[in-house]
């Protein structure tokens, strides 16, 4: 019989089976000269916010120089609960520390991630990152589409609970993830697509993309709630080539296949690629979307495959288009090629004019949503095909 000492060690300890998985990521991207930050990050302190999916009390954070070209120097970074606007709670503050040393350099093409640390995180909360750069390089990684209001202030303001006299830009840099260590149960879904994925149309610092909608579903239901929702969506995005943001081709190890705990893909993405072609592409989407599956399963990942939504009377709109979406949705619908399909398309149509989306649903570009929209593609998610 064991003894009580060391049953009750035993039961204290961290379970032998958790294990890290992403709680929130966005997927970066070298940055537009019109997104880049107001002021120089050199020499100025970045505070960014951010809402997680998993609750937990040890966490890591991942950083980014990927598409920099020359060296990105961190000072000092910390992690807070927001306090509004560029404030936090300074008593819940907690030092990053990487490699053990409060400082990091980042060569040109490198990332990196914090070690571990404890952080009292509640499921479905919000956190802000402050980060105090030396040099930084003129080109800078982060994501332009993040809808939620980052604050620059020049000096080192690491420490302060309020930035004096912040600027802001609608935009994250060089913060790319936040992992948390969970039970073995949890895991993550990653959903990969475009402009509405990334949530062009909705709220800023609304959290009202349908990955947000899909992730409140979740968390209220106890068979997921241990599931984690994060965002690989890239504004602009293509699968084939380079549009804004890397080929979602070249990409997708990266941002769909390697954050931690992932056991799903969502694969939303392919309108960009039809709407700009000057030829045919469905065969060659067909073919990238097979690519991604075989890659998916390697990992003895699940992948379920959305159709692409309706974008009549859009800028993309033309018979030879419309000719495409209805090709690559077909085979989405009847191929069998995924573990399940998501048929936002159907979810989205107008039953008046298939080709259109819903009128009370469309921004106005009549090819991106409204929050009502994207809250419709998330209840369109059957929730049991993300239960054993």
């Given at each position: 019989m064991m003894p009580l000492a060391v049953l009750f060690a035993w039961l204290a300890a961290p379970s032998a089976a958790a294990h890290w998985v992403g709680t929130w990521a966005t997927a970066p991207q070298r940055v537009e000269r019109r997104n880049l930050p107001p002021s120089p990050l050199a020499r100025s302190t970045l505070r960014q916010t951010f809402k997680i999916s998993l609750g937990g009390r040890e966490l890591r954070v991942h950083v980014s120089n990927r598409f920099g070209n020359a060296p990105l120097v961190i000072r000092a970074a910390s992690i807070a609960l927001p306090a509004g606007p560029g404030a936090i709670v300074r008593s819940s503050q907690r030092a990053l520390r990487f490699h053990g040393r409060r400082s990091i350099t980042l060569a040109a093409g490198a990332a990196a991630v914090s070690d571990a640390f404890r952080f009292r995180a509640r499921p479905r909360s919000e956190l802000t990152v402050s980060i105090y750069f030396g040099a930084a390089p003129t080109r800078v990684t982060g994501h332009p589409g993040s809808r939620q209001t980052s604050y620059l202030e020049s000096g080192n303001f690491i420490a302060a609970a309020s930035l004096p006299h912040p600027e802001t830009a609608d935009h994250w840099y060089i913060l790319t993830g936040v992992d948390v260590r969970a039970p073995a149960a949890a895991a993550a879904i990653?959903?990969?697509?475009?402009?509405?994925?990334?949530?062009?149309?909705?709220?800023?610092?609304?959290?009202?993309?349908?990955?947000?909608?899909?992730?409140?579903?979740?968390?209220?239901?106890?068979?997921?709630?241990?599931?984690?929702?994060?965002?690989?969506?890239?504004?602009?995005?293509?699968?084939?080539?380079?549009?804004?943001?890397?080929?979602?081709?070249?990409?997708?190890?990266?941002?769909?296949?390697?954050?931690?705990?992932?056991?799903?893909?969502?694969?939303?993405?392919?309108?960009?690629?039809?709407?700009?072609?000057?030829?045919?592409?469905?065969?060659?989407?067909?073919?990238?979307?097979?690519r991604m599956i075989v890659e998916a399963h390697a990992r003895h990942l699940r992948i379920y495959g959305a159709t692409i939504t309706p974008f009549g009377g859009s800028f993309y709109d033309s018979p030879a288009h419309q000719a495409d979406w209805r090709i690559v949705n077909h085979w989405i619908r009847h191929s069998r090629a995924f573990d399940a399909v998501l048929d936002f398309a159907e979810a989205a149509r107008n039953p008046l004019a298939p080709m259109r989306l819903l009128p009370a649903d469309d921004l106005g570009d009549h090819l991106h949503f409204n929050p009502a929209g994207y809250a419709r593609l998330a209840l369109s998610i059957p929730l049991q095909l993300f239960q054993p």
């Open positions: 990653v959903a990969f697509g475009d402009s509405i994925t990334d949530g062009h149309g909705t709220t800023t610092n609304g959290n009202d993309r349908w990955t947000d909608d899909l992730a409140r579903r979740l968390a209220a239901m106890p068979a997921t709630r241990h599931l984690a929702v994060l965002n690989a969506g890239i504004g602009g995005n293509c699968v084939l080539r380079p549009c804004l943001g890397p080929a979602g081709i070249a990409r997708y190890r990266r941002d769909a296949l390697q954050p931690a705990g992932v056991r799903w893909v969502l694969l939303f993405e392919g309108v960009n690629d039809i709407g700009t072609a000057h030829r045919s592409v469905a065969q060659a989407l067909i073919a990238a979307y097979h």
